[in-house]
């Protein structure tokens, strides 16, 4: 993953401003947290930021969040070089694209999808496409592991990817139509794509279908809910007085 750095001086603008709006969204945010606890608002409002400010965050933007919240400008830009969520440069003005190179994803073709991005965008990460509309970088593990090889644009991520279905995502984006978020090949959320395997057999015997449409109807709600023993029901005998104390006899 590259170093993490502001954009050079001469592409920082000289100053932020936050719209009326998100001026207004900001300060409802930073009321929902206890006095002295504004602070907890600075991830959402940076976000906010990032979006008013064509996909990045500039210094200028840093302390005005820092300004905002009454933090110190090194715990602002602290937050902001740490996750990579925040772009501190310039990006593509259709789409930044963040390719998940971890290992899961990479033993599952992300070096696949990085060479799309070399290709089509441009052949160094963080560098905007000629045309500006695009950028892309490789980033660490973004928590859709079960549907690698997946990357994330903007704030929807796009999952089991294949060079092919990567390209399309892109021409979507080119085109101002991107595709629905998640898998690409056409499964349901994290489910098998051969078809459900587990919870399919109706009680105890051992799944016929390892893949392929299920045979056997699924449980339906009602059956894991049937009443039981209650729970303070003991089978054992109850524990007899324990014998008197002699010690204590005669006392
Ligand atoms: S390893 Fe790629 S999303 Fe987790």
Same mark, same amino acid.
């Given at each position: 993953m590259a170093v993490r750095r502001l954009a050079p001086k001469e592409q920082q603008p000289a100053s932020f401003a936050f719209s009326e709006e998100n001026l207004a969204w900001a300060k409802a945010q930073i009321a929902k947290f206890p006095a002295g606890r504004q602070q907890s608002a600075v991830i959402p409002i940076l976000w906010r930021v990032q979006e008013q400010h064509d996909g990045w965050v500039s210094e200028a933007a840093?302390? %005005?969040? %820092?300004?905002?919240? +009454?933090?110190?400008?090194i715990r602002v830009l602290e937050i %902001?070089?740490?996750?990579?969520?925040?772009?501190?440069?310039?990006? +593509?003005k259709k789409a930044h694209v963040q390719v998940c190179g971890t290992t899961p994803c990479r033993l599952r073709g992300a070096q696949e999808i990085i060479d799309v991005c070399k290709h089509r965008i441009h052949h160094d990460p963080l560098h905007v496409s000629a045309d500006g509309d695009f950028s892309w970088e490789e980033v660490e593990c973004l928590g859709a592991c079960v549907n690698a090889p997946m990357a994330m644009i903007w704030k929807d991520t796009y999952e089991d990817l294949t060079p092919e279905s990567f390209e399309k995502v892109l021409d979507g984006f080119a085109s101002g139509n991107p595709p629905k978020p998640g898998p690409q090949n056409g499964r349901q959320f994290a489910a098998p794509i051969t078809g459900q395997a587990t919870l399919i057999n109706g009680g105890g015997k051992p799944a016929k279908n390892q893949g392929g449409t299920p045979k056997e109807p699924v449980l339906s709600d009602a059956e894991p809910k049937k009443a039981s023993e209650v729970a303070n029901v003991q089978e054992r005998p109850a524990p007899k007085p324990p014998a008197d104390d002699a010690t204590r006899k005669g006392k």
């Open positions: 840093i302390r %005005a969040v %820092a300004d905002l919240l +009454g933090m110190a400008y %902001a070089t740490f996750y990579t969520m925040f772009q501190l440069a310039p990006v +593509g």
